[in-house]
C-alpha cells in the first residue's frame, strides 16, 4: 500500500520569505511524487513531479522540491513566497506501475498555506 | 498544455434524481481517467480508474452501481450519479493522464448539492 502524509495542516509564512511545506511518503519501490496546488473551487494544478535524477527539482511557478530517499520525504520549498501563493497545497505519489500495477496516485491530506502581505 | 474540462462545473438536484458529469480532454487523447471524490477541507479521494473501451476500475468501497463511470472515447469520461442522496453532496474531480509521462491533469471539478 502507498500512503502519503502531510504532517502540518497550515502554514503560515511572510511575504517574502522563504516558505517549506512538508511532506513524507510510503511506497513500494521507487517512488513517483508529485505537488499540486488547488485554488478554491477549482481544480488542482500540477506543480512539479519526482522521478529520479537530482534530489532538487524545480516545478512551475517558481516552487521547488527537495527529495530525501532516506527520510522518504519531498518538501516543496519556495525561496520567496508572494501572496498569490496562498492555496492548498497537496503531495501526491505512486509507485512504478511495474512494482504496483496501478497508475493511481494516492493524496496527502493537504496544506493550506497562508502567505502574509 | 494538457487542458481537461468537466461540465457541469456545479450542479444541484432533488433526492432521487440523476446526474451526469462529463469529463474532456480537450487537447490530448486520454486512455486512462481518474475520478476522485473530495469533501470540505479534505483531500481528494480516488473512486475509480476508467480506461476507454473498458470497464471501470472502482475503489474498494466505491458502489459501482451507484457511481456509473463510462469512458466510450478517448476524450470523454463520464461519472453518472444515479439516485443521489444528500450523502452524496460533494466536489468531484476528474483527471487525465496525458501525452507527458507520468502525469495528471486535472479537471476544475463539478461541485455536487444534492437537496
Known amino acids: 500500500a502507498q500512503s502519503v502524509a502531510q504532517p502540518e495542516d497550515q502554514v503560515n509564512v511572510a511575504e517574502g520569505n522563504p516558505l517549506t511545506v512538508k511532506c513524507t511518503y510510503s511506497?513500494?519501490?521507487?517512488?513517483?511524487l508529485f505537488w499540486y496546488v488547488q485554488y478554491p473551487n477549482r481544480g488542482l494544478q500540477f506543480l512539479l513531479k519526482?522521478?529520479?535524477?537530482?534530489?532538487l527539482v524545480k516545478g512551475s511557478y517558481g516552487f521547488e522540491a527537495e527529495f530525501n530517499k532516506s527520510q522518504t520525504s519531498v518538501h516543496l520549498k519556495k525561496p520567496s513566497a508572494l501572496v498569490s501563493d496562498s492555496a492548498l497545497y497537496f503531495c501526491?505519489?505512486?509507485?512504478?506501475?511495474?512494482?504496483?500495477?496501478?497508475?493511481?496516485?494516492?493524496f496527502g491530506s493537504g496544506t493550506r498555506l497562508q502567505v502574509q502581505p | 498544455g494538457a487542458v481537461v474540462s468537466q461540465h457541469p462545473s456545479w450542479v444541484i438536484c432533488k433526492s432521487g434524481t440523476s446526474v451526469k458529469i462529463e469529463c474532456r480532454s480537450l487537447d490530448f487523447q486520454a486512455t486512462t481517467m481518474f475520478w476522485y471524490r473530495q469533501f470540505p477541507k479534505q483531500s481528494l479521494m480516488l473512486m475509480a480508474t476508467s480506461n476507454e473501451g473498458s470497464k471501470a476500475t472502482y475503489e474498494q468501497g466505491v458502489e459501482k452501481d451507484k457511481f456509473l463511470i463510462n469512458h466510450a472515447s478517448l476524450t470523454l469520461s463520464t461519472l453518472t450519479v444515479t439516485s443521489a442522496h444528500p450523502e452524496d453532496s460533494s466536489f468531484y474531480i476528474c483527471?487525465?493522464?496525458?501525452?507527458?509521462?507520468?502525469?495528471?491533469?486535472f479537471g476544475p471539478g463539478t461541485r455536487l448539492t444534492v437537496l
Open positions: 501526491a505519489v505512486r509507485g512504478s506501475p511495474r512494482d504496483t500495477g496501478r497508475r493511481a496516485l494516492t
Open positions: 511506497v513500494s519501490g521507487n517512488p513517483y
Open positions: 519526482y522521478i529520479t535524477g537530482d534530489n
Open positions: 483527471s487525465a493522464r496525458g501525452d507527458l509521462p507520468d502525469t495528471q491533469y
